[in-house]
């Protein structure tokens, strides 16, 4: 389970990007989290991994303190929680194996990762998670020769080589047409619904939460508005949500 509580950030322009928020999810949920750009998205999620420091409040992963924990437990936390990036965080010279392999960064002994080597059975998964976003074909490629929503299936499957328990997804569709914004959530489905695997996701498109989402999560200027079934945003939850950018937007 990850339980926040009275979850706060500041940045230093005095920007407040997260107001009191509080809400636990529980194990193989698949959460969106919706609202406008500069709702705090992306810095609620970068909080549960601490990739973005808290202000105030408290962040739990299993049980686990991730806003007072010590690097070697934060690196636990960070190992269990697999993120993936709106604009993918791949090294675009270097080969899709190579890229996904780096998932295993935080279990490889310190010197092996120095020297890019892995062990045997790292390949192993690599191609069998390569092979489970359909893509094993294009292991040998450079991740900069691929398109966008080829570069996002390799960082789902970089971050399922750390075997996490939870998937952290910041804005993965939001580069992406259509088509392929389905194609990419579809994996992250199938991952929630056969391995087990929490989602958190954010998404921009409410008609996408409704379709892949179990829960929803909606922000509006750092506060939490919303919580509950997809199907339970009405119009007028609609409008609350997105305030006067709601008649530029589709509810459907």
């Known amino acids: 389970m990850i339980r926040i509580e009275n979850l706060s950030k500041q940045f230093p322009d005095g920007t407040r990007a997260l107001k009191n928020v509080s809400l636990e999810v529980r194990d193989g949920e698949f959460v969106s989290i919706i609202g406008l750009s500069g709702a705090g998205k992306s810095t609620l999620l970068r909080c549960i991994n601490r990739l973005v ?19 070697d437990t934060l690196r636990r936390v960070r190992c269990m929680t697999g993120m993936i990036f709106q604009q993918f965080n791949l090294v ?13 960064l935080g279990t490889t002994p310190p010197l092996w990762a120095l020297m890019n080597r892995f062990r045997p059975e790292d390949y192993r998964d690599a191609m069998a998670n390569l092979e489970r976003v359909g893509i094993a074909d294009k292991a040998h490629q450079k991740a900069g020769e691929l398109s966008g929503g080829q570069q996002q299936r390799v960082a789902i499957a970089r971050a399922l080589m750390q075997r996490p328990r939870y998937i952290l997804a910041d804005e ?17 489905e199938e991952v929630n619904r056969q391995d087990g695997l929490t989602v958190l996701c954010n998404l921009h498109v409410l008609s996408l939460a409704r379709r892949y989402a179990t829960r929803v999560i909606a922000l509006k200027g750092g506060e939490l508005v ?27």
Not at 172 to 185: E, G, I, M, Q
């Open 172 to 188: 993965p569709v939001a580069s992406l047409d259509p088509a392929t914004s389905h194609s990419v959530l579809r994996y992250l």
């Open 92 to 104: 675009k010279r270097a080969t899709v194996l190579t890229n996904v392999l780096t998932g295993r």
């Open 53 to 71: 420091e808290p202000t105030s409040g408290r962040v739990e992963v299993d049980g686990i303190d991730v806003t007072d924990a010590p690097p």
């Open 226 to 252: 919303f919580d509950g079934l997809p199907e339970e945003i009405d119009e007028n939850r609609f409008k609350a949500i997105y305030g006067q950018d709601a008649e530029e937007l589709e509810i459907h």
